[in-house]
């Protein structure tokens, strides 16, 4: 039964359109069947060029350091983790819906505060100390 669009979120659906689907042969241990069957997955979307992600979410998950997506920002998902195609098509989906659902949270923005005073002088006493440890070392007293 084909679905006809990849649900992240209640206000939020990628179509099928946007989904570019490849089956190839898994690699690893598995006897005659890898070698016979294409039953891994390597799902591929873009997400720089797709109208159904809003631009600040588009942003975020561009902005993200992994190395599943691009330079072009088209995300790759290769999934072979099970031994059926169908399977793995859906594990790939799963990836891909949690990897959007992880973009969908803002993060919050950090408030810069200051060093308290005693906390100040607690570092430059702490400083102070590991010098006179050290110059301590560097005296040769004991010649």
């Known amino acids: 039964m084909p679905v006809d669009v990849l649900s992240i979120s209640p206000d939020l659906a990628i179509p099928e359109s946007e989904i570019v689907e490849r089956f190839v042969r898994a690699s690893g241990a598995g006897g005659q069947n890898v070698n016979k069957v294409s039953t891994a997955v390597e799902l ?83 400083k102070r100390e590991r010098s006179e440890i050290k110059r301590g070392r560097s005296r040769r007293d004991w010649e």
């Open 44 to 126: 591929r979307f873009d997400i720089a060029g797709s109208p159904s992600l809003p631009e600040d979410l588009r942003q975020r998950l561009l902005a993200r350091r992994d190395r599943r997506l691009t330079d072009d920002g088209v995300l790759v998902i290769d999934a072979q983790r099970f031994r059926t195609q169908e399977r793995n098509r859906q594990d790939a989906r799963e990836r891909l819906a949690g990897f959007i659902a992880a973009g969908l949270a803002v993060p919050k923005r950090r408030i810069a505060t200051r060093p308290t005073r005693a906390s100040q002088k607690r570092r430059i006493e702490g």
